[in-house]
Antibody, heavy 124, light 112 residues
């Protein structure tokens, strides 16, 4: 089955570090860009950035540059989203999503496969 | 950065009636290859978002043909020909013309 499976819900304190994961299966993981998307409670979707598992090329949206780190372990088909010092404002649901593959030289960039989401709660 | 503005933000619809959502971009999403890099998603209550349409008007796999997309450049529309109860949720447009990608604010469709 083609799927992205994310790690479970997390509850952490401000200032702590955290790394959540997204494991792909059923497709060539290292051949498709992956995106991270934030959804704060009751709010809309925000694209945090994208990473290419093949070479770990990462592109961060300006609002998230320097705030989080994307990484990949190709050997286990897993992408990671990491914080070095969490803040209460990081409380949100985080989704990983796969970008559509290219066809006929056209790369839509649309997110055609989504993980189930990982809820991160940061509270003292 | 590109800003997407959706309207309306709330859309009550009677089952069987049509519905339409607008998405306007702060700059053209038409690329030199002739494609518009505008996508539509639906997030049903309690679920992850799902892709409905990509490149402005192409339906994703498994999406019913009552969903259609139109527009070019900076003005786009998602149309549902006959709304069904299962269509409730929040609809988002998103551009993938260049990084950073961004979403519209979302339009909440509810059944009257």
């Amino acid at each position: 089955e083609v799927q992205l499976v994310q790690s479970g819900a997390e509850v952490n304190k401000p200032g702590e570090s955290l790394k959540i994961s997204c494991q792909g299966s059923g497709y060539r993981f290292d051949n498709s860009w992956l995106a991270w998307v934030r959804q704060m409670p009751g709010k809309g979707l925000e694209c945090m950035g994208i990473i290419y598992p093949g070479d770990s090329d990462a592109r961060y949206s300006p609002s998230f540059q320097g705030q989080v780190t994307f990484s990949v372990d190709k050997s286990i088909n897993t992408a990671y989203l990491q914080w070095s010092r969490l803040k209460a404002s990081d409380t949100a649901m985080y989704y990983c999503a796969r970008l559509m593959s290219c066809s006929g030289g056209v790369c839509p960039g649309a997110f055609d496969l989504w993980g189930q989401g990982a809820m991160v709660t940061v509270s003292s | 950065d590109i800003v997407l503005t959706q309207s309306p933000l709330s859309l009550p619809v009677t089952p069987g009636e049509p519905a339409s959502i607008s998405c306007r971009s702060s700059q053209s999403l038409l690329y030199s290859n002739g494609y518009n890099y505008l996508n539509w998603y639906l997030q049903k209550p309690g679920q992850s978002p799902q892709l409905l349409l990509f490149l402005g008007s192409s339906r994703a796999s498994g999406v019913p043909d009552r969903f259609s997309g139109s527009g070019s450049g900076t003005d786009f529309t998602l149309k549902i020909s006959r709304v069904e109860a299962e269509d409730v949720g929040v609809y988002y447009c998103m551009h993938t013309l260049q990084t950073p990608y961004s979403f519209g604010q979302g339009t909440k469709l509810e059944i009257k």
